[in-house]
């Protein structure tokens, strides 16, 4: 090959190249633009049929909301071991919302994208004395709080230890049939703290409707969490999140919250035991299988003990526990 031949030959890949690298200018996951915006100041810390909506919306909406911290503001970067013991659990789960889904009627079902999750700046997790899955054995208080750099992929626990950054709402759901004001704190059929690290930006997470308008609320927001949150805090941060709502009718009505990645398929259990969560997870996936997939029913449970994962999603917020069963896409042909 000639020398200028060779240098043109050169040029064309470098050229090549460059043109691969500069028609997209999209710098993190594509989604859809905002139509309605929420602060961390329209918030609730409850659950109830009661609680007006902050903002009403059609089906198909887009919606910005922005978090809370789980404390409500009560901590900071600079807080202190003094401050985690002044800790007033009323409104711990500050919740963005309610959101009235215009149409959603009891019998359907909410359909919710997370389409974008966008962390804060920072983050603290603790050990708060007779709250945890060993709260007899750790008595003492312990804090630790972080900062985050935009764009950060990893929290600093130590000098040599690095948790990876999966921020994801801890708490999630539509409003109960009751007048009641409910704790945010445990899971329930309706969603609420089920603290599923899975649930993540891109899924989508379905929620039976028990009230019109469903009334949706989001909030708890966590930069990172392992399954069971066994002391009973992840890293909790304030955050954005830009979600889709979207009512659907005349389907498969479901007992409790679903959910689904682009890789499984997942049924989430609330119970007072694991046991009781484990197996009601189990006949919610042979439910599905069978409603979903035309599945004999034994099919059905053969396939869940041979394909289908039980994970302990939550383990601290008494009285209940959640427990979840993934269903691989691949292995129903869903891919």
């Known amino acids: 090959m000639k020398l200028h031949t060779l240098l043109l030959f050169i040029a064309g890949l470098?050229?090549?190249?460059?043109?691969?690298?500069?028609?997209?200018?999209i710098t993190s996951r594509d989604y859809p633009a905002p139509e309605y915006s929420l602060t961390a100041d329209q918030t609730h810390s409850r659950w109830s049929r009661l609680i007006e909506p902050v903002l009403t919306v059609p089906s198909g909406s887009v919606i910005e909301v922005f978090t809370e911290e789980a404390s409500a503001g009560q901590l900071t970067p600079e807080s202190t071991l003094e401050d985690l013991g002044n800790l007033d659990f009323d409104p711990i789960h500050p919740l963005t919302g309610p959101v009235y889904i215009e149409d959603a009627e009891p019998g359907d079902v909410l359909k919710v994208t997370l389409h974008k999750i966008e962390l804060g700046g920072w983050g603290w997790t603790a050990v708060i004395p007779g709250f945890g899955f060993l709260a007899d054995e750790f008595d003492q208080p312990w804090l630790k709080t972080f900062t985050f750099e935009e764009g950060g992929t990893h929290?600093?626990?130590?000098d040599d230890?690095?948790?990876?950054?999966?921020?994801?709402?801890?708490?999630?759901?539509?409003?109960?049939?009751?007048?009641?004001?409910?704790?945010?704190?445990?899971p329930r059929y309706n969603g609420g703290n089920m603290d599923d690290p899975h649930m993540v930006e891109g899924t989508t997470i379905y929620f039976p409707v028990f009230v019109e308008g469903a009334l949706f609320s989001i909030g708890d927001t966590h930069a990172a969490q392992g399954m069971g949150e066994v002391c009973g805090t992840a890293i909790e941060a304030p955050m954005r999140i830009v979600y889709e709502v979207e009512v659907l009718k005349g389907g498969r009505t479901i007992p409790e919250p679903e959910y689904e990645s682009e890789d499984f398929y997942a049924v989430t259990a609330f119970g007072e035991t694991i046991d009781e969560a484990a197996e009601k997870a189990t006949r919610y996936m042979i439910d599905y299988l069978e409603a979903e997939h035309g599945m004999d029913r034994y099919d059905a449970y053969a396939l869940a003990s041979l394909a289908g994962n039980l994970k302990i999603a939550e383990v601290v917020d008494v009285p209940h526990m959640l427990v979840t069963?993934?269903?691989?896409?691949e292995v129903i042909g869903m891919e």
């Open 325 to 329: 069963m993934h269903m691989p896409k």
């Open 155 to 158: 929290a600093r626990f130590s």
């Open 14 to 25: 470098i050229t090549a190249c460059s043109s691969q690298e500069q028609p997209s200018e």
């Open 161 to 186: 230890i690095s948790i990876p950054l999966k921020p994801f709402p801890g708490v999630m759901g539509v409003a109960p049939d009751t007048d009641e004001m409910l704790s945010t704190i445990p």
